[in-house]
Every structure is written in C-alpha cells, then in structure tokens.
C-alpha cells in the first residue's frame, strides 16, 4: 500500500478547514498558500470531497467550504477513500488471481490482505477532530495571512480626461470656429 500525494493533499487541507471553519467558509486560495499545495489540485480534491459530503460549499464573497458534518463524524479513511485513493496492498486490488486470471491467488495474498484490513480499521479509527486537536496541541498558529488575490493591489488611476482633438477632422472643426 502506497499513500500518494492525493490521500496526503486530501488529509491535510481537511485539517487545515477544521481548523479554521468555525469563522465560517474557508476559502481554497487560502488553503492552497497555507499548504503550499496547487490550488487547481485542491479544487479537484475538494469536488471530490464535496461529492462524499464531507465538505459544502458556500459561493460568493465571503465564500468557501465548510465541514459537512462534525469533524469528531469525519475519519481519515472517509478522505481517503473519497479522494479514489485506493487502500490495497495485495498484488491483485483483492481480486485473488494474484498469479494470473486462472491460477487463484498467490502465497502471500492471504497476508496482505490482512495488512489491508487492519490499515482500513486504523484510518477509520483517526478522526479528523483528533487530528486538529493534536495541531491545536502543537500549538499551531491560526492567524490569517492575506490571500492573495487576482485583482491587482495598485490602486486603480482614473483616466486623464483628454480634451484634444482625436481626429484630424475633430481638429478642422475646432480651429474653423
């Protein structure tokens, strides 16, 4: 079994919206620079997510995503698991023809089996709370950095009003009166 960067990814924006979600939606910009995770990747994660209802989403200004039940309902197996990330570490994703489509399975199928299943009760044994009261321990800081946006910081400089010809016949016109 290999956890990839998508259960990570997956796991650890949840903790980073636990964490921050009683101040209302978070927004994945925020995530996303919080994390240093791509923010195209979070919002495939997050339909993910949002389609399994572990979170919901809030549109608009002062939008983002919420928890879609108590972080204490959420475990780590229910991110895994949402993001298509698979728990296997059997050579046959638990087919049992580990040693070809006819021949059944292989010695050590009955093994890995076995790690798959105590993998599963171990994941679903972590709740998401758990694992934000072990930050909130560590004493991990909450303050809110700006996002950065898309709209530009500059000021926005109102246009010289140009009272000038914009033509050479405008000009004509102006210098026969």
Known sequence: MRLTTK?????????????????GPVALAAISQ???????????????????????????PGGGYSLGRPAAEITVADIIVAVD?????TGCNGAENCMGEDSGKCMTHDLWASLNQRM????????????VDEQLA???????APVKRAI??????????????NS??????????
Do not use: C, W
């Open 7 to 23: 259960g990570r990814f997956a796991v650890t924006a949840m903790i980073d919206l636990a964490l921050r979600s009683s101040n």
């Open 34 to 60: 919080r994390q240093q995770i791509s923010l195209s990747y979070l919002e495939q994660l997050f339909g993910k997510l949002r389609r399994h209802e572990l979170v919901e989403s809030t549109r608009g």
């Open 85 to 89: 990330e698979p728990i296997d570490a």
């Open 120 to 131: 599963i009760e171990f994941l679903d044994s972590v709740s998401l709370k758990k694992l």
């Open 138 to 144: 560590k004493g991990v800081s909450l303050e809110e």
């Open 152 to 165: 530009s910081s500059v000021p926005v400089v109102k246009p010289i009003k140009v009272t000038a010809p």
């Open 168 to 177: 050479v016949f405008a000009l004509g016109t102006t210098l026969t009166k």
